[in-house]
């Protein structure tokens, strides 16, 4: 399993999740074909936001101010050992941001070389996993990078993991994940 054996290039995977089950990027049907003209296009673009302002605040004194409290309200668990992963729910922050929080909370403070976050695709069909590979994802707290390089080797470990910009372009799971982040 990909994920297993290269457990060690990551220090946190942070699994956003729906409901009671845990969604990958994934569904039941595929395109053939457009994986590769589509990764092209986006290549070299930042990933804008498409639910600020809806799902979280769009202005980044708002965010910033709605983040810290609810990371001020969050309780800090001491976990033992080491952290891998933790799991968030990616729903607008009125109704889950405070859940988010306590996630997030036990990592704060805490240094990581890269994140990983998997999200559910709710908006394109495909099999797989689709990986932005573009320059960075902002939002109106600023724009997180990219790890090229991580990109590119997870997409050489599998033919399963492709590039599908429309896929990214306006979900929200993943997207509701990164001003936690920041």
């Known amino acids: ?3 297993h054996a290269r457990v060690k290039w990551f220090s946190l995977f942070i699994l956003a999740i729906a409901g009671s089950g845990v969604l990958l990027t ?3 049907c595929q395109e053939p074909g457009r994986a ?3 990764g092209k296009a986006m290549k070299e673009e930042v990933r804008k936001p498409a639910v600020a302002g809806s799902f979280y605040p769009g202005d980044s004194k708002t965010l910033s101010r709605e983040v810290r409290d609810y990371l001020s309200k ?4 001491e976990v033992a050992g080491e952290i891998i992963a933790l799991v968030s729910p990616h729903a607008g ?4 941001g405070l ?3 306590h996630a997030f909370r036990v990592v704060e403070g805490m240094k990581f070389d890269a994140v990983v976050v998997l999200a559910p695709s709710h908006r394109v069909p495909f099999q797989g996993a689709s990986l932005y590979d573009g320059k960075g994802y902002e939002t109106p707290l600023g724009v997180l990078p990219i790890e090229q390089e991580l990109c590119q080797k997870l997409k050489g470990e599998s033919e399963i993991i492709q590039t599908l910009p429309r896929a990214h372009a306006h979900e929200h799971s993943l997207e509701v994940q990164l001003p936690f982040l920041q």
């Not at 922050?93 to 889950?96: E, G």
């Open 36 to 38: 590769k003209e589509e």
């Open 99 to 101: 859940v988010a929080a």
């Open 93 to 96: 922050y009125m109704y889950s």
């Open 74 to 77: 969050a309780t800090k668990e």
């Open 1 to 3: 399993m990909i994920f």
């Open 26 to 28: 994934s569904a039941n």
